[in-house]
């Protein structure tokens, strides 16, 4: 018995006991302080980005019920053509003279029209251009007259033109665009913006003049479309 005892007083020999082992934590993104720096800027950014898209948008709106912006308004009220034929060597001869009625609508919005060119066209031919306009400020809620002529002679190479103005001759309406490009500038009581550059396409149908008189009745008022309009 005393055997036994002191061999269990003894170390022990049994199988090995194994370690307790340690939990190890990997470090996610989450934790990460740059990813959350990074992730505050950016949803700062965009608020503030929205912030100034709805400001901007709030003031245009109070602007557009403040001064309520409207077209001005172009048509030809008056077109004369007295001549209008072809030679044998290809050349037209011209003489067209047209009104040209401007209405600025506006109530607090005034116009400046620094320049205005207009191109008398024919079957998509360029015939005359007129740039003797003087340069205007029309008011708030004004209508101008402004009177184009057209008149001379020029050579159309294109053949085809021909037999468009023979029929056009035969029916005593010729279709004649007047393209205007402009330069103008908006005032807005002390404010004046920069310059602008629309271009205004005006299709004519104007019967031919002679005598004073016109076979086919006479010119109806045209209303012009703005065909392109950009910022200088």
């Excluded at 370690?19 to 740059?34: C, E, I, T, W």
């Excluded at 005034?110 to 400020?137: C, H, K, L, M, W």
């Excluded at 029309?138 to 159309?156: A, E, M, P, S």
């Excluded at 016109?214 to 703005?226: I, L, M, N, R, W």
Aim: some cysteine; glycine content about 6%; charged content about 20%.
């Amino acid at each position: 018995m005393s055997e036994k005892q002191a061999h269990l007083n003894g170390a022990y020999y049994g199988p090995s006991i194994p370690p307790k082992s340690q939990a190890y934590h990997r470090p996610g993104r989450g934790s990460d302080p740059l990813g959350c720096c990074c992730s505050c800027i950016f949803g700062l950014i965009f608020k503030l980005i929205m912030t100034a898209v709805v400001i901007v948008g709030l003031a245009f709106f109070i602007f557009w019920l403040i001064v309520r912006p409207n077209r001005i308004k172009f048509h030809v009220t008056e077109a004369h053509l007295t001549q209008f034929n072809f030679s044998n060597d290809n050349t037209l001869h011209y003489n067209l003279a047209i009104d040209l009625t401007i209405r600025n609508p506006n109530k607090k919005i005034g116009v400046y029209y620094d320049r205005i060119e207009a191109r008398a066209i024919y079957e998509d031919q360029r015939f005359s251009t007129n740039t003797s306009t003087t340069p205007f400020y029309q008011g708030h809620k004004k209508t101008n007259v402004v009177n184009l002529v057209f008149q001379g002679q020029q050579v159309i190479p294109d053949t085809k033109v021909l037999s468009e103005y023979n029929e056009q001759k035969n029916s005593g309406l010729y279709e004649i665009d007047v393209k205007l490009y402009l330069r103008v500038r908006f005032k807005l009581g002390l404010i004046k913006t920069g310059k602008f550059k629309p271009r205004i396409k005006c299709g004519l149908k104007v019967p031919l003049t002679q005598n004073g008189s016109s076979s086919v009745g006479t010119f109806e008022t045209t209303k012009c479309d703005v065909d392109y309009f950009k910022s200088i």
